[in-house]
């Protein structure tokens, strides 16, 4: 199994738990909505860590954990979607960004 499908399960297990724990049906409408969410939660760290937010007491260095965390989970809810609806992301990748990501040829 190619290591982006080995993470997108390991996103689906802990997202399965997470939803199970704290009664959250994940139905087909709320994967793309997660995906909105979490553009939005990245769009607003960013906003605030470019001086065009409130920062509310926050510094540059727990400003991009924000960011980082953000973008983690915009990530993992990238390979959800994509998991949930069939998507190969690693033949769109080589389609589309002409590498394959299963193959370590970085020197």
């Not at 199994?1 to 997202?15: G, I, N, T, V, W």
């Not at 990245?42 to 991009?64: H, I, N």
């Not at 979607?81 to 040829?105: C, E, H, Q, S, Y």
Request: aromatic share 8%.
């Amino acid at each position: 199994m190619p290591p982006l499908l080995k993470l997108a399960d390991r996103f689906e297990q802990a997202s399965r738990t997470y939803a199970s724990s704290n009664g959250i049906a994940r139905d087909e409408d709320w994967f793309v909505l997660k995906l909105q969410e979490e553009l939005g939660e990245l769009t607003q760290v960013w906003m605030k860590l470019t001086a065009r937010g409130r920062r509310r007491g926050l510094d540059d260095t727990a400003l991009r954990e924000e960011l980082a965390n953000e973008t983690a989970d915009l990530l993992g809810h990238i390979l959800l979607f994509a998991r949930r609806n069939d998507i190969d992301l690693p033949a769109a990748i080589v389609r589309k960004w002409r590498f394959d990501p299963g193959v370590d040829d970085i020197a």
